[in-house]
């Protein structure tokens, strides 16, 4: 069915393949496999063994997972017993509020407030709706300003209402939607004053950024492999020492008693790799990627003069990978059909529901108002991002947004 | 595409044309958990993911389309409100009429696209050459108004029915206008509904077998006095005979339709022991006036609001066929219009005819035009 084209992107299933090739502006949903990640994925799935097993084979698999928990551990500021494998980002954000939620409130009934931002990604904000509907928590969210940032007094003033019925604190590290970054390390120092679990979901944060559990003081961190090139299907909640939530999977207790299910070897030794590479490459990464990003601003802008960029001003406040734009008078799913159409790949960020688009939750909170909500794209740098990319989105960007507003009208 | 074979094999048969073909699948729900739990109607997921494996193996890109607040504007409330000013409505049509080919052509066409493709079973048929003695049968000769311009051409063509009797749809289609219609494309028009139904097997579609939508799309469970009971309330009234005798009560005139036998609730037979069918609804007083069979012929109708998609508006009487409500039979009459309403003198008495429902024009398969039926009586 699919032919992979020239640029190793396989041209939209079902779809008409662009003429000159896909150009892929969605790093921020997920980010293509990295080579070496692939070739260790496809090595270790031929292998045979479960790490739980006790013979041979099932401790040639037990090594494997180990030696990647160690890197991952290495990588992210946490010792190995810290590092939890779950199936990805949305299990282990699940894992942290549900089972800190439920371990603080078994130790002190009292503690039924559950606080996070109002930008947290949907793994987070459902999770503490759903504590709210049916396990008796309170939700308290934590205001942002236009930027999307989490100010420390900000947090301290929801925590003063009453500390001692606070159970568990997220903050995001950086945004999903507009990219801003937040000051984790402070919120997290102010968490630990009052003694209150603090977790926070990275995932956004850990491929582009440092990201560390002990440089933080932080709780637990969730992080994912398929937004660093690794693979979909596995993440991790690095979780600190002597931290014990209530599972959430029961079975045989394969992470710490924590998260139970027979661990997917290829998949974490991927991870595993990947985490590897994008680490050696960082610093040098992530300069190279803003620069394109900056461009990409600044040509977007120069063809949409009243485009306005949402979140915190590029630098070290914002994701360097994330651009993110209100088109004034545009529908945000018309602007990706017309760009899809010319082979462009973006996203309007928000959730979908049944494949329409909803007004973002981000942007609201932030402030903004439901039509520029609703007009409004993300573009996402990553790894195999070019400075073509980049070009081929400046050179159709005015007239899509010409077209779209008359579509509007 | 709903998610049905019949937008299906549409969408493939353009693709295969050569046209350039998005899939469009249409969000119409406001409430996105409520038309969702019926096994039918066009709006459940299993339709939307049905559609957008269609457009898959079609190899077609595909989007929804959040028309939710248009369809309850102008198609759910305005069938509420006909129901509640004792007309009887057609979705389809108003769907059709205000969101089809209104507003999904109007942002398609904004957006760059030159079409609506659907797989309604109807055709668009050249428009035969106007003859030079035009005076034997004023209208056969009139063409199509140019909507596609002079510069490129005039589109003379006109709807006419599919060359399946039991599926065609042009009943639905004949309230679009010429303009409307020059945007439109109905690539299954010269097809069964079991050739299509084939054609969609062998294209490996998994929609082939899919069982035909009959109810309306915003009433899963098909209850329609349940649904327009919930919206509007319980609004009792007599159900009398044709001398004003009362012979019971209702809870709300809009649960009965001109025609209607069944589910008149009356626990006394008639004197003449025949049975009685509702002959006309009076909103304002909540009157429902029942009677029997022979007191529903109908020989002069009375319409409002023409289009004529398939003519120039007729500047005198003409004899034509015309088809009082979906699926009916196509009657031979005389139409006078005048101004915004059109006189329908039929030849033979009628039975059954709603106001509310359109009375569509045809010569011979083909539609001249539509109107709105207003007043039906027997003289």
């Known amino acids: 069915m699919s032919n992979v084209d020239a640029t190793g992107y396989d041209p939209v299933p079902g779809g008409r393949p662009a003429p000159g090739g896909q150009v892929y502006l969605d790093h921020a949903a997920t980010t293509p496999m990295l080579p070496e990640a692939l070739e260790a994925m496809i090595e270790e799935l031929a292998q045979l063994g479960n790490p739980s097993s006790l013979h041979n084979p099932g401790r040639r698999a037990r090594r494997v997972v180990e030696e990647s928990r160690e890197l991952i551990a290495e990588a992210y500021g946490a010792r190995p017993s810290e590092v939890v494998f779950t199936s990805g980002g949305t299990e282990a954000d699940n894992l942290a509020i549900k089972g800190l939620y439920w371990a603080r409130r078994a130790a002190d009934p009292a503690r039924r407030r559950v606080l996070a931002a109002a930008t947290e990604h949907h793994a987070v904000l459902d999770s503490v709706r759903w504590l709210s509907e049916h396990e008796d928590a309170e939700a308290g969210w934590v205001p942002v300003d236009a930027r999307g940032v989490v100010s420390v007094p900000a947090l301290a003033e929801v925590i003063s209402a009453d500390p001692a019925s606070v159970a568990v604190i997220s903050v995001m590290w950086a945004n999903n939607e507009v990219g801003t970054v937040q000051p984790i390390a402070e919120l997290a120092g102010l968490a630990a004053e009052h003694q209150i679990p603090f977790h926070s979901d990275a995932v956004q944060a850990a491929g582009q950024l440092p990201v560390s559990l002990a440089g933080t003081g932080a709780t637990a961190l969730t992080i994912t492999a398929h937004k660093i090139g690794g693979p979909v299907g596995v993440g991790a909640l690095l979780l600190a020492k002597g931290v014990e939530p209530v599972p959430v999977l029961h079975g045989g207790g394969q992470e710490r008693d924590v998260r139970s299910g027979t661990l997917d070897v290829p998949a974490i030794r991927a991870f595993a790799v990947a985490v590897q590479v994008a680490r050696q490459r960082s610093g040098d990464e992530a300069k190279r990627v803003a620069a394109l990003r900056d461009d990409l601003v600044a040509q977007v802008t120069a063809a949409v003069p009243d485009a306005i960029l949402n979140g915190a001003p590029p630098g070290p406040g914002r994701l360097p990978g994330n651009a993110h734009f209100s088109f004034p008078g545009c529908e945000g799913d018309a602007l990706l059909m017309l760009l899809d159409a010319k082979g462009i790949a973006c996203s309007t960020g928000s959730a979908c529901t049944a494949g329409v688009a909803q007004p973002s939750h981000v942007l609201l909170a932030m402030g903004a108002d439901e039509a520029r909500a609703r007009g409004s794209l993300r573009f996402s740098l990553g790894h195999s991002s070019v400075q073509a990319d980049v070009d081929a989105l400046g050179a159709v960007i005015g007239e899509v947004v010409e077209r779209a507003r008359r579509a509007a009208r | ?379």
Request: with cysteine.
């Open chain 2, 1 to 379: 595409m709903s998610g049905g074979v019949d937008s299906a094999v549409a969408a493939a048969r353009a693709a295969q044309a050569g046209h350039e073909v998005t899939g469009v699948h249409l969000a119409l729900s406001r409430n996105p958990s409520s038309y969702r739990t019926g096994a039918r109607g066009c709006c459940t997921l299993e339709d939307a993911r049905d559609a957008r494996r269609a457009a898959d193996v079609i190899g077609i890109p595909f989007y929804v389309w959040d028309m939710a607040e248009r369809f309850h504007a102008d198609v759910v409330q305005d069938f509420v409100d006909e129901y509640a000013r004792g007309n009887t409505p057609n979705p389809c049509l108003r769907c059709n009429e205000k969101i089809k080919f209104a507003a999904v052509l109007d942002r398609a066409i904004a957006l760059g696209f030159d079409a609506v493709c659907t797989g309604h079973h109807a055709r668009l048929e050249p428009v035969p050459v106007p003859a030079s003695d035009a005076s034997q049968a004023g209208h056969r000769s009139w063409p199509v108004p140019g909507s596609a311009g002079a510069a490129g051409g005039a589109r003379l063509t006109r709807l006419t029915r599919s060359v399946d009797p039991a599926k065609d749809q042009s009943y639905v289609l004949a309230v679009l206008t010429a303009e409307q219609l020059s945007r439109a494309m109905f690539p299954l028009g010269d097809s069964t509904k079991d050739q299509v139904r084939k054609e969609a097997a062998e294209r490996g579609l998994g929609v082939a077998d899919k069982p035909d939508s009959h109810d309306v799309c915003f009433i899963a469970d098909g209850d329609t006095r349940g649904f327009l009971r919930q919206q509007l309330g319980s609004a009792p009234g007599d159900i009398v005979d044709a001398d004003g005798g009362v012979l019971g009560r209702h809870d709300g005139s809009y649960g009965f339709t001109v025609g209607q036998r069944k589910g008149l609730g009356l626990d006394r037979p008639a004197a003449d022991g025949r049975p009685r069918f509702v002959l006309s609804i009076e909103p304002v007083s909540r009157t429902v006036t029942v009677g029997p069979a022979e007191a529903l012929d109908v020989l002069e109708i009375e319409a409002h609001r023409p289009v004529w998609s398939g003519c120039l508006p007729p500047g005198g009487p003409f004899d034509c066929l015309v088809q009082l409500r979906a699926h009916g039979e196509a009657h031979p009459a005389v139409c006078v219009p005048g101004g915004d309403a059109v006189r329908i003198t039929l030849r033979e008495p009628a039975r059954g005819i709603a106001p509310g429902q359109a009375a569509v024009f045809y010569d011979g398969d083909a539609v001249l035009g539509s109107a709105t039926i207003s007043r039906a009586g027997r003289h």
